[in-house]
């Protein structure tokens, strides 16, 4: 068979630029899990810039130091104000 005596077709799927109902309706932004996703990520960072900037608002106390310390961390646990050393 030649190949000019194979029947042609009218339509292309290249030629009709215009998405058909199908396509529209199977669209990324028409899908909703896309869009819980999105929210979600969005509440996470918002929730993770509101703890930092009340982390940087509200300081902890210094503790009392007086002892071996490596990278400023204690050695040793500090004892509370007002009680004796364990025997």
Excluded at 44 to 51: E, N, R
């Amino acid at each position: 068979m030649r190949a000019s005596s194979l029947p042609m077709s009218t339509r292309s799927p290249t030629a009709s630029r215009r998405p058909s109902d199908d396509a529209r309706d199977t669209a990324w932004y028409r899908q909703s899990i896309v869009w819980i996703g999105a929210a979600v990520f969005a509440a996470s960072i918002a929730g993770c810039v509101w703890l930092i900037v009340v982390a940087e608002r509200y300081d902890d106390p210094p503790l009392p130091i007086g002892g071996l310390q490596i990278l400023k961390m204690p050695l040793a646990q500090p004892q509370p104000k007002g009680s004796e050393p364990p025997p």
